[in-house]
């Protein structure tokens, strides 16, 4: 009886730890990812404009 209690505890838990090291991870991500969106929107250089060809 006492191994039926204890296969029953075993199977009801979720690992969070792993979870919060990945939330982390993406936060890191996405907070680099956004400084680099900046710093590229601050180029300052003029595409050229179009040409007619005949």
Not at 14 to 20: F, H, L, Q
Not at 22 to 44: C, K, P
């Amino acid at each position: 009886m006492a191994q039926l209690k204890k296969r029953a505890d075993e199977q009801g838990g979720v690992p969070i730890a792993p979870m919060i090291d990945v939330v982390f991870l993406l936060l890191i991500y996405f907070m680099v990812a956004s400084t680099l969106e900046q710093q590229e929107a601050d180029l300052s250089f003029q595409l050229p404009g179009t040409v007619e060809q005949t």
